[in-house]
T-cell receptor, first 115, second 115 residues
């Protein structure tokens, strides 16, 4: 059973470009979480999605950031018009159930560098 | 809202010595508690979690943690560390009323095991 997959593992963008980060949850998982880890900091929650629904986006910046989890295909975190402060590691996690009844399994992360 | 404090950003220790990684949290509601480990260039892996019941929780790789409600702490311990335990360790909490199980992480503690 493959784990959570994220691609690309490393992404370099120039200021003003768009960044698309992909997350394929574990097989059978329908809950996806995105976290951001800034340099020298812990992970910060961004958004929680179920298939075709955004459940909680309280941690998402109000502008330039969006996320989706379509019925088919991976979850996408999109950052428009990237700035240097967006440089971070972005982690995706998935679970089969909502709540603490099930463990969140994390992917290896995408390390975004904005030049 | 919750917050998690990991007092030590780095903990150097010799192989086969005991280690304790400290975690304190603050929350206005009851929480669930977690420890995750992150090996270099990998995603986070769950070590153990406290949901209810016995305050001493045993996890993988010989780690254990004790929940102390009065001191709002959840320190991680291992009686004898190995070189392979060198990694970043994150303490996290989840609000018991949070149906989505979003995690709030501490800043991490880098455990460096020396031969």
């Amino acid at each position: 059973n493959a784990g959570v997959m994220q691609n690309p593992r490393h992404l370099v963008r120039r200021r003003g470009q768009e960044a698309r980060l992909r997350c394929s949850p574990m097989k059978g998982h329908s809950h996806v979480y995105w976290y951001r880890q800034l340099p020298e900091e812990g992970l910060k929650f961004m958004v929680y999605l179920q298939k075709e629904n955004i459940i909680d986006e309280s941690g998402m910046p109000k502008e330039r950031f969006s996320a989706e989890f379509p019925k088919e295909g991976p979850s996408i975190l999109r950052i428009q018009q990237v700035v240097r402060g967006d440089s971070a590691a972005y982690f995706c996690a998935s679970s089969g159930l909502a709540g603490v009844l099930d463990t969140q399994y994390f992917g290896p992360g995408t390390r975004l560098t904005v030049l | 809202a919750q917050s998690v404090t990991q007092l030590d950003s780095q903990v150097p220790v010799f192989e086969e010595a005991p280690v304790e990684l400290r975690c304190n949290y603050s929350s206005s509601v009851s929480v669930y508690l977690f420890w995750y480990v992150q090996y270099p260039n990998q995603g986070l892996q769950l070590l153990l979690k406290y949901l209810s019941g016995s305050t001493l929780v045993k996890g993988i790789n010989g780690f254990e943690a004790e929940f102390n409600k009065s001191q709002t702490s959840f320190h991680l311990r291992k009686p004898s560390v190995h070189i392979s335990d060198t990694a970043e360790y994150f303490c996290a909490v989840s609000d018991q009323g949070n149906a989505g199980n979003m995690l709030t992480f501490g800043g991490g503690t880098r455990l460096m095991v020396k031969p």
